[in-house]
């Protein structure tokens, strides 16, 4: 069975940090045809896993979303056990969230990072704590699978201020929890910003990483991965597909698909105008030789702490035993690439 993943690339405004592919404006009627047209492509695809990602999904306005329902069930064998959308606090209300529901989504992606008002400010968040904190609510009241997302060492955030936000979180109990640490990526305003020392983030990022697996793993989640947390029997099934390397398919402009019985890594250009024009859409295509196969395995097995013993046992002290298995101990994920370089 296929996961499928539907990219959303419009937003209010772009985030300071964000490097995904996204575009401020609106060509609403002409991407839903495009996305639609690709569909197309995938034809009688069996499929279990949907996530609706951007970019900010949540935008998306009814009539367009039932447009894409309605050709995913005519398109696709579709048996979902999951569907994801990921969405901004403000526009989970109560009216959005029935349309949701009614049209299948059973997962929300809350995108919270921060319940300091001061940290919304510093990450060019828009939104209000007050309305973080109500759409944790209602999507918890409405029979969600609900996902808080968080971001941690972003500029002038300390530990305490770190500690608060986990707590926060932990008082709704929702079903998993996503705390990523800040990446400052190139061609971002944070980037240009870093460059230049106009921000700084802390230099503590170990201490962050031990804080945040000791709360959430001391409250019953586990880190099931790297940055994901969630409750027994709540992880989150599609993007276990990426991390297991079980076949995806990625709809929309920069999304990502990956046929592991062909070996085969492709995504569809950044480029809205191209694939809004050109049908299939213009791609990149990277065949997996068996080297490459094999340093995918080991770094995408290490972030869900897979590995087996004799592959770790020149660094046994980096690791500890998880589900039968082992994974990199807290106060390491600080440099996890280097320890994948090892092992690569």
């Given at each position: ?148 997302d968080l971001i941690f060492a972003y500029p002038n955030q300390s530990l ?27 061609g971002t305003l944070y980037g240009y910003w870093y460059k230049r020392g ?147």
């Open positions: 069975m296929s996961g499928i993943y539907i990219h959303i690339p419009f937003c209010r405004k772009v985030c300071p940090y964000c490097d995904f592919y996204r575009r401020v404006g609106e060509v609403w009627d002409e991407y839903i045809f495009a996305l639609l047209r690709e569909m197309e492509e995938y034809r009688g695809e069996k499929v279990d896993t949907l996530y609706f990602g951007g970019g900010t999904p949540s935008l998306t306005k009814p009539k367009q979303l039932e447009a894409i329902f309605d050709k995913i069930f005519k398109t696709f064998k579709l048996e979902a056990k999951e569907i994801t959308l990921e969405a901004n606090p403000e526009d989970v209300m109560g009216e959005n969230l029935k349309i949701w529901k009614d049209l299948g989504i059973n997962r929300i992606s809350i995108g919270v990072q921060t319940f300091k008002e001061e940290g919304l400010r510093v990450l060019g968040r828009w939104q209000t704590v007050k309305e973080c904190v109500d759409a944790i609510d209602r999507a918890l009241n409405f029979g969600f699978n609900t996902n808080v305490r201020d770190f500690e608060e936000d986990l707590k926060i979180a932990l008082k709704f109990s929702p079903h998993h929890i996503s705390a990523y640490s800040l990446q400052i990526e190139e106009k921000i700084q983030i802390p230099e503590n990022l170990r201490e962050f990483y031990i804080l945040r697996d000791e709360i959430l793993e001391g409250n019953g989640y586990i880190r099931y991965e790297i940055s994901n947390f969630a409750r027994e029997g709540f992880e989150c099934l599609h993007n276990l597909k990426y991390w297991r390397r079980e076949k995806y398919i990625g709809l929309g402009p920069s999304a990502a698909s990956f046929l592991p019985e062909k070996r085969l890594r492709y995504r569809n250009l950044p480029s809205l105008n191209l694939y809004l024009k050109n049908s299939p859409p213009p791609r990149e295509y990277d065949p997996l030789d068996e080297r490459k196969e094999r340093m995918e395995k080991i770094y995408l097995r290490l972030r869900i702490g897979e590995m087996e013993f004799e592959e770790i046992s020149e660094y046994v002290e980096l690791f500890e035993e998880f589900r039968g298995k082992r994974r990199v101990k807290a106060e390491y994920l600080h440099v996890f690439d280097e320890i994948a370089l090892l092992l690569i």
